[in-house]
């Protein structure tokens, strides 16, 4: 989705509900570098993936992790007791 400064500045409460209801980023069309706006869980959910990935062995644990699930090795958590 992408809007002009001009269309943004005008519709910003309408386009701020668009991004949240459709859950996809909106790109603002500007004379210097363009900007994205999306909703925080999104940039969270983004921000999360990129910690997950940034080590090897994380990338490891996930891939071995997959491969288990995938040939039904996995175990079933109920994360909302985990911790208790």
Do not use: C
């Not at 570098?33 to 940039?43: H, P, R, S």
């Amino acid at each position: 989705m992408e809007a002009t400064i001009q269309n943004f500045t005008s519709h910003v409460d309408d386009l701020f509900a668009k991004v949240e209801d459709i859950r996809e980023p909106l790109v603002v069309e500007r004379k210097g570098e363009n900007m994205v706006i999306l909703a925080q869980m999104d940039y969270n959910g983004i921000m999360e993936t990129l910690h997950q990935l940034s080590s090897s062995a994380n990338i490891a644990h996930l891939r071995n992790s997959i491969e288990q699930a995938k040939r039904g090795k996995s175990i079933p958590v109920d994360i909302d007791n985990l911790w208790k």
